[in-house]
């Protein structure tokens, strides 16, 4: 590989560049839901909100460092409260500070209760070539308990709808153990979704996290017996109906997968827009490696508009933490990554982590493969106890 001097640092090369932009309202905030999203009331200060975006853009230009932005994300909250010409404004504003690659991935999350088929046609317009459309389940039972806004059919109405608009490329998030899920119900849920044949499937398991409705009140979840029989019973019905599984919780058609999130896994960087998004970048002149945060509560991001302190929090990774943090994600992908990448997006030598490697391949939680870092079938399924081997005591 031939590489730039101008993109070294210490042996760091700097890697390709994300963007995600955070539209933090929803109608209603889901009891599972620890993302920083807030229930709608009246009308959403939407102009304003871009506004301090394009501002906030603008502060974070220099970051790029000659690169371009080769994928786009917009979460939230319900980024399709937006219309189609908000979202192009938004990305008309990213335009005039940054250079997006010819083939940039641009991805909109949407909540099937809020699709109508004008603002399909205005993202795709646009710019916008990704759907990700929250399912979760097929099951109105399970939707009620999980305080989604929409019905079954709403999502089948909804994909429908994006593919008379013209997606190509439409992901499809959907949950597994749910509430008092058995193994059939799962599988119900996931054959209703295969129906559909979406280029990707984000299939995961439903998990309790603080500060969350279900942390206060707990639902009753499935055992790990059957939440190990849904997981297993799924990857094979998945694999069957033409679905690689490349990461943890991804699946998708051959050359379908998620040029976004496969970045932030090969540990690469990402921009951070909006109220409370989080991101990550590799400073070439200070060689360094830094993770920051926008401040959380949208009024005050919107109050950032005028002093100008968009950015909450920002710190270097540590030498001593970058072989965790660079596991943690590289680890999650099924193929793993060359294991040159390792020293090219940490800077560190491959070495430094050399008693941790070879124990952990004595014990099988890694391949027996010098040129790569990939977790074996039996690392994957006690991934967490791989990755303790990285962490600084």
């Not at 009140?217 to 017996?225: E, Q, T």
């Not at 965790?324 to 020293?343: I, S």
Request: proline letters at 5%; one cysteine or more; hydrophobic letters at 35%.
């Amino acid at each position: 590989m031939n590489v730039d001097p101008t993109n070294i640092a210490r042996g760091l090369i700097l890697p390709p560049l994300s963007l995600y932009i955070h539209i933090p309202w929803c109608v209603r905030k889901c009891p599972y839901c620890d993302f920083n999203s807030h229930g709608v009331s009246g009308t959403l200060p939407v102009a304003e909100y871009i506004a301090s975006l394009i501002a906030d853009c603008k502060q974070d230009a220099h970051y790029a460092q000659g690169r371009d932005i080769q994928s786009i994300f917009f979460g939230g909250g319900t980024p399709s409260l937006l219309s189609g010409q908000d979202i192009g404004n938004i990305l008309r504003g990213i335009g005039e500070h940054f250079s997006l690659a010819k083939n940039c991935e641009i991805t909109l999350e949407t909540n099937p209760g809020t699709a109508e088929y004008s603002n399909f046609e205005g993202y795709l317009a646009a710019g916008v070539n990704r759907l990700s459309l929250g399912a979760q389940s097929f099951n109105e039972s399970q939707l009620n308990t999980l305080g989604r806004i929409h019905a079954p059919q709403d999502t089948s109405r909804a994909y429908g709808l994006a593919r008379a608009a013209g997606f190509n490329n439409i992901n499809l998030d959907l949950m597994f153990a749910l509430p008092q899920q058995s193994c059939a119900e799962a599988m119900a849920d996931l054959d209703e979704a295969l129906a559909l044949a979406p280029e990707h499937l984000s299939w995961y398991q439903l998990t309790i996290e603080p500060n969350t409705a279900f942390y206060s009140k707990p639902p009753r979840l499935p055992d790990d017996d059957t939440s190990w029989e849904i997981q297993q019973s799924g990857m094979k019905r998945l694999a069957k109906a033409g679905y690689q599984q490349y990461e943890v919780s991804a699946y998708s058609r051959p050359e379908r997968e998620a040029k976004h999130n496969r970045n932030y896994w090969e540990f690469g960087d990402y921009l951070a827009l909006g109220a409370g998004a989080h991101g990550k970048i590799t400073l070439a002149e200070k060689r360094e490696i830094v993770r920051y945060n926008k401040t959380r509560q949208p009024d005050h991001y919107l109050q950032a508009l005028k002093n100008g302190r968009f950015t909450a929090h920002c710190e270097s990774i540590t030498q001593r933490n970058l072989p965790f943090e660079f596991m943690m994600n590289a680890l999650r992908l099924n193929q793993g990554v060359p294991a040159a990448l390792f020293q090219q997006r940490t800077g560190l030598a491959l070495e430094s982590v050399a008693p941790q490697l070879s124990q952990l391949k004595k014990l099988g939680l890694l391949l027996e493969r010098p040129d790569t870092l990939a977790a074996s079938d039996r690392g994957r399924q006690y991934l967490n106890s791989l990755l303790e081997a990285f962490l600084v005591e």
